[in-house]
């Protein structure tokens, strides 16, 4: 999961395949930073369905991620304790089942430089695992490309030496 309206286009998808089910809870996460997340108990007692899946998403530590667990009443009333076990539970399952993809946090530059400074900078850049988008070569060289976040600092003080670099930071991927 990208971003809300692909988080939105799947529960619309869920109803629609489980058109007699009486309720699709889910809890998602997005974000480099866990910053954006939401629950929903979708008529169930509140924080008996959206929390606890959402407990499992953070002892999980995940990010980019929906969870959606659909109920067909049956009969048999749960209770709070009951529901809380049951979509708990469902989860963690889901979570051990699932194919979990690691990406490391990157973040995006611009970097305009000399021609003549360009052997020193792409080996600065190299070393430090740059990964290039797109570049383009004349007098005043530019490229664009993702280096690990955790590589900022250093990236830094590399290109202290050159005063006619100039570097924008342009978000995280």
């Known amino acids: 999961m990208h971003d809300e309206n692909e988080i939105k286009a799947r529960i619309d998808a869920l109803w629609k395949e489980h058109h007699n089910a009486t309720h699709v809870c889910y809890a998602w996460r ?3 930073d866990y910053g954006k997340y ?3 108990d979708d008529g169930e007692p509140s924080g008996t369905a959206g ?3 959402y407990g ?3 002892s999980a530590e995940l990010t980019n991620i929906l969870i959606a667990v659909v109920r067909y009443y049956g009969g048999t009333k749960l209770g709070t304790g009951g529901l809380i076990d049951a979509y708990k539970t469902a989860s963690k399952l ?8 690691v990406r490391p946090v990157k973040d995006r530059y611009t970097l305009t430089f000399g021609y ?5 900078i792409m080996k600065v850049l190299k070393d430090l695992d740059m990964e290039k988008n797109t570049m383009t070569t ?3 060289c530019r490229i664009d490309f993702n280096l690990g976040m955790t590589r900022a600092e ?3 003080k590399a290109l202290a030496d050159w005063s006619t670099a100039e570097l924008v930071h342009l978000g995280r991927t």
């Open 30 to 32: 997005l974000g480099w």
């Open 154 to 156: 250093e990236l830094n």
């Open 94 to 101: 889901c979570i051990e089942e699932a194919s979990i993809e």
């Open 116 to 120: 003549t400074d360009m052997p020193a």
């Open 56 to 58: 499992q998403i953070q």
């Open 138 to 140: 004349e007098d005043v």
């Open 38 to 40: 939401r629950i929903n």
């Open 51 to 53: 929390k606890p899946i």
